[in-house]
């Protein structure tokens, strides 16, 4: 992992966040569609939440704890065909979230 | 006569001819059948079809794709006709696509398509289909099967020997169905409708349209005037006679009125060949006249998701009667309509709808015969070559009523009937009648998997009929249409399956499905969406006003839409929704509709902007919503506009959750 946080992956992480995510995931802990981003970046492992990210039909298929997440929002997350570089900048810009320097 | 007699008779009718000793009934057919025909045409739960089967719509105006041998209808392709599935031609994106010289037509004939070919074999780009009654030509993407582009054809009308292509998609072409005074400007198209103003002002053209190679945009290359003949069906020349192509022709009587009768008078018409490799020269000489004349040019732009329209002003006449060696005459019996080349380039085939033999002409013989100036005498100026001359031979008592031939590679043609209603298999070199198998009912056009390409790909023939009566469960006066699919891999051809289809289809193309499922797009990337008013992330989702117009910025995402409360709007503001879909993700369109919109839903593919234009008639409270069901929560996909009266001071405000008023 990246320590300090890379700036330029934090700014590409924002971006893709605002396309893609920002309808469904406030940055906070408040859940809207799905669970807000607020302390995701330690509850969750690294390769968990790519893998979320890039591969969310699998992990719902698999996966326990993305299973109990679908019981408690109800909505599937959609599969919005992120690459895994940028899945990475999307984790650099949820520890950026979550206070890392 | 009671009922039962009448339709017992339509039977006979219909069906009488060499294939039917007696008058058939239903039950008789069913006879028809094969044992072990269901496992060829059963495609298992999740299995692909092994071919696209790319069908006209017909009076549709739109072309539809099914899947062979399961004869499953997968899309409509909205073309020439507005569409109340996906908002073509209501969306404020789609509507120059429908925008002609005659303003904007809602609604037009689609009769033929022509799959794009390299070296004369398909290679699953481009659809190409005819629009026949304003005189159009439409290029649909195999990526999309989206209509991309659509150029109308200025000086003809019917254009119905159209949009048949050349061996590498150099051009496709048009041709005029109805002789018709010219459109130059200047010219007076105000004649009278008599045999003398007839003979003097009724022209017919042929165009060629040149495909660009790379991204398929169309332009009228040059246009061939001919007299006062309805230009019926036309096939180019592939291998030795690629830069020839040859249009059947009917009406060479001139006649402008009665043409069932007036038009059937003389026992031979023509197949025009027309040199495209000679016109260029005279058009690169600067021999054409320069007819000038407004039409429009239609085209899509995948980045902006938004088509274009432009007038063009001019088109390049050439006139054969001056510039000798384009344009040939072979007399053809009787009324022809189909006009095919055989995959080896070496004849082609007439079908004369009023004949009852099978003319087969022989490419090598024509150019002999141009060479030796061998002329049975000239029509308007234009050389006739000798029937004799041209002649490969007949087929000799092989139906009646031909219309349309295709081939299997294997050195067989197939032959439609429409008055005897049926299929018939000879040989192109002996001319000889091997097989024939009755159609239900009254066939049109058939077509057989790379049929009228280099390199057919055989295995079935398709018979698109053109009457349905008793094969499907009844609907009322109005019925669905009629194809039937066949074997055609052994000796005799196999009725295999009934599949019904839509708007009465004219001719279809197939081909393998490996051409094209590959490529297949499956969402437009929102990073590459250059829309003018795209909203490409929630927090940028907002609504302005700039005077009476007021240009909504509306996201949608499973499942919700950005902003879902407005107020502010008024009685007489023209307001657009701009609605951008989100999502990232194959096959998870949303729709959108709002109450009273007075125009229609749009339904936007992910990535995609579509905009729907609403003028509010009425003060209220105006729902809105999502019409594709996209999620367990679709039901909440919905919002409010409130409507105020024109002139009342309610602020523009908008929001959703949080921005919402509490």
């Given at each position: 992992m990246t320590k300090p946080l890379k700036p330029e992956w934090v700014a590409a992480g924002k971006a893709i966040y605002e396309m893609k995510?920002?309808?469904?995931?406030?940055?906070?802990?408040?859940?809207?569609?799905?669970?807000?981003?607020?302390?995701?970046?330690?509850?969750?492992?690294?390769?968990?939440?790519?893998n979320m990210i890039t591969n969310v039909d699998m992990m719902l298929a698999k996966d326990e704890e993305a299973q109990k997440l679908l019981e408690l929002c109800l909505v599937r997350m959609p599969n919005l065909s992120i690459s895994p570089e940028d899945a990475r900048s999307i984790l650099e810009f949820m520890r950026s979230n979550d206070g890392e320097p | 006569m009671n009922k039962r007699n009448l339709l017992?008779?339509?039977?006979?009718?219909?069906?009488?001819?060499?294939?039917?000793?007696?008058?058939?009934?239903?039950?008789?057919?069913?006879?028809?059948?094969?044992?072990?025909?269901?496992?060829?045409?059963?495609?298992?739960?999740?299995?692909?079809?092994?071919?696209?089967?790319?069908?006209s719509g017909g009076f549709?105006?739109?072309?539809?794709?099914y899947g062979l041998p399961s004869g499953r209808l997968f899309r409509q392709i909205p073309v020439f006709s507005q569409n109340a599935e996906s908002g073509y031609g209501y969306s404020e994106e789609t509507k120059p696509m429908l925008n002609t010289s005659f303003g904007y037509q809602v609604w037009d004939d689609q009769h033929h398509v022509s799959l794009s070919t390299t070296k004369g074999e398909h290679d699953g780009r481009w659809i190409f289909a005819n629009g026949n009654n304003t005189p159009r030509i439409a290029r649909i993407s195999f990526e999309t099967f989206r209509t991309e582009e659509i150029i109308e054809i200025p000086n003809?009308?019917?254009?119905?020997?159209?949009?048949?292509?050349?061996?590498?998609?150099?051009?496709?072409?048009?041709?005029?169905?109805?002789?018709?005074?010219?459109?130059?400007?200047?010219?007076?198209?105000?004649?009278?409708?008599?045999?003398?103003?007839?003979k003097?002002?009724?022209?017919?053209?042929?165009?060629?349209?040149?495909?660009?190679?790379?991204?398929?945009?169309?332009?009228?290359?040059?246009?061939?005037?001919?007299?006062?003949?309805?230009?019926?069906?036309?096939?180019?020349?592939?291998?030795?006679?690629?830069?020839?192509?040859?249009?059947?022709?009917?009406?060479?009587?001139?006649?402008?009125?009665?043409?069932?009768?007036?038009?059937?008078?003389?026992?031979k018409d023509f197949i025009v060949a027309i040199n495209w490799k000679q016109c260029e020269e005279y058009v690169k000489a600067g021999q054409g006249r320069k007819s000038h004349v407004k039409y429009a040019h239609n085209v899509w732009d995948e980045r902006t998701h938004s088509a274009t329209s432009t007038f063009e002003n001019q088109t390049i006449v050439l006139?054969?009667?001056?510039?000798?060696?384009?344009?040939?005459?072979?007399?053809?019996?009787?009324?022809?309509?189909?006009?095919?080349?055989?995959?080896?380039?070496?004849?082609?085939?007439?079908?004369?709808?009023?004949?009852?033999?099978?003319?087969?002409?022989?490419?090598?013989?024509?150019?002999?015969?141009?060479?030796?100036?061998?002329?049975?005498?000239?029509?308007?100026?234009?050389?006739?070559?000798?029937?004799?001359?041209?002649?490969?031979?007949?087929?000799?008592?092989?139906?009646?009523?031909?219309?349309?031939?295709?081939?299997?590679?294997?050195?067989?043609?197939?032959?439609?009937?429409?008055?005897?209603?049926?299929?018939?298999?000879?040989?192109?070199?002996?001319?000889?009648?091997?097989?024939?198998?009755?159609?239900?009912?009254?066939?049109?056009?058939m077509s057989i998997p790379g049929g009228p390409t280099t390199k057919p790909h055989g295995k079935?023939?398709?018979?698109?009929?053109?009457?349905?009566?008793?094969?499907?469960?009844?609907?009322?006066?109005?019925?669905?249409?009629?194809?039937?699919?066949?074997?055609?891999?052994?000796?005799k051809m196999k009725l295999l399956l009934d599949f019904p289809t839509v708007g009465e289809p004219h001719y279809a193309e197939a081909l393998p499905a490996t051409l094209v499922e590959p490529k297949s797009k499956k969402f437009y990337k929102l990073e590459e969406n250059q829309h003018p008013y795209v909203t490409k992330s929630e927090k940028d989702a907002r609504v302005v006003r700039d005077g009476k117009v007021v240009h909504v910025y509306m996201t949608a995402i499973r499942s919700h839409l950005a902003p879902d409360n407005i107020e502010g709007v008024k009685v007489g503001d023209e307001v657009y929704f701009h609605i951008t879909n989100l999502e990232q993700d194959w096959d998870v369109p949303h729709g959108f509709a709002v109450k009273g919109s007075g125009n229609s839903e749009l339904l936007i593919m992910p990535g995609e902007t579509a905009t729907l234009k609403y003028v509010p008639s009425r003060v209220g409270i105006a729902p809105f919503y999502c019409t594709d069901f996209c999620s367990a929560l679709h039901q909440e996909m919905q919002g409010y506009l409130r409507v105020s009266a024109a002139g009342s001071d309610v602020p523009l405000t908008f929001g959703l959750g949080d921005t919402a008023k509490p």
């Open positions: 995510c920002l309808p469904c995931h406030k940055l906070t802990n408040v859940r809207l569609v799905g669970p807000g981003w607020a302390g995701v970046s330690k509850r969750r492992q690294p390769l968990w939440i790519i | 017992l008779l339509a039977g006979v009718l219909v069906l009488s001819g060499p294939a039917f000793v007696t008058g058939c009934k239903p039950k008789q057919l069913i006879t028809q059948v094969q044992s072990g025909v269901a496992e060829k045409v059963y495609v298992a739960p999740g299995k692909h079809d092994e071919f696209y089967n790319v069908v549709s105006g739109g072309v539809a794709i003809s009308a019917g254009n119905h020997s159209s949009p048949f292509i050349t061996e590498n998609t150099e051009y496709t072409v048009a041709g005029t169905r109805f002789a018709y005074p010219l459109d130059d400007e200047g010219a007076n198209p105000d004649v009278p409708l008599d045999d003398a103003s007839f003097k002002n009724f022209k017919s053209v042929v165009s060629m349209i040149a495909v660009e190679p790379k991204t398929g945009r169309m332009s009228i290359a040059f246009q061939v005037l001919l007299p006062g003949i309805d230009i019926d069906l036309a096939r180019a020349g592939k291998l030795k006679s690629h830069g020839w192509i040859f249009f059947s022709c009917y009406n060479s009587e001139q006649a402008h009125t009665l043409l069932e009768v007036n038009a059937s008078q003389k026992d006139d054969p009667t001056q510039l000798p060696g384009i344009a040939y005459l072979m007399p053809c019996p009787k009324s022809p309509h189909g006009c095919d080349t055989d995959p080896t380039g070496s004849y082609i085939v007439g079908s004369g709808k009023l004949a009852a033999i099978i003319p087969v002409f022989s490419f090598d013989k024509m150019l002999r015969a141009i060479a030796a100036k061998d002329l049975e005498g000239e029509f308007a100026g234009l050389p006739v070559l000798k029937y004799a001359s041209v002649l490969h031979g007949e087929v000799k008592k092989p139906g009646l009523g031909p219309l349309h031939t295709e081939f299997d590679g294997k050195g067989f043609a197939y032959t439609s009937f429409f008055v005897t209603s049926e299929l018939v298999k000879w040989n192109i070199a002996t001319l000889q009648v091997v097989d024939r198998v009755p159609t239900y009912y009254s066939v049109g056009h079935y023939a398709i018979a698109y009929n053109k009457i349905t009566k008793d094969r499907y469960l009844p609907t009322g006066p109005e019925l669905t249409q009629s194809a039937q699919l066949f074997d055609i891999t052994g000796e």
